[in-house]
């Protein structure tokens, strides 16, 4: 089994590679609070629905348009400490250096601190899964 489709859309697709435990994201475009919040929605189901285990996210956010301050916190808020809950362990961005964006993940970068997780930002995501690979968890 390689590759599980958790979500797929025009916005945004996600699938979860047993081999890593990861779940990997990509985003395209622009999405409403509501989509977002769909997309979170749905890895959180999998991660706790699912037999197998998400021990790490990676984000692809290179396509992604600008994320509204409420997705922001709904994700600061909601999302992230339950996947933490739920036994994520780590977490990547593969970002293009966007100033905009890099303000953004800075903002959650913050929130990742309060709870301790693991998190770092990349240019592709080889530097990101060697990155998970090196992790002692």
């Known amino acids: 089994m390689d590759t599980i489709e958790v979500f797929k ?7 979860y590679y047993p081999s890593t435990k990861t779940v990997e994201v990509t985003w395209n475009g622009s999405q409403t609070f509501e989509e977002y919040k769909t997309l979170f929605e749905s890895l959180l189901a999998f991660q706790r629905d699912s037999m197998f285990e998400v021990k790490f996210y990676l984000s692809d956010i ?3 348009g600008v994320i509204s301050p409420k997705s922001r916190k709904w994700f600061e808020q909601v999302a992230l400490p339950k996947a933490i809950e739920q036994g994520l362990k780590a977490a990547a961005v593969v970002f293009d250096g966007n100033a905009f964006k890099r303000y953004y993940l800075n903002l959650i970068m913050q929130v990742a601190n309060v709870y301790k997780l693991p998190l770092k930002f990349f240019n592709s995501k080889d530097e ?3 990155w998970f690979n090196s992790l002692e968890l």
């Open 9 to 15: 859309s025009s916005y945004g697709n996600a699938y």
């Open 128 to 130: 990101a899964y060697k």
């Open 62 to 64: 290179r396509k992604q």
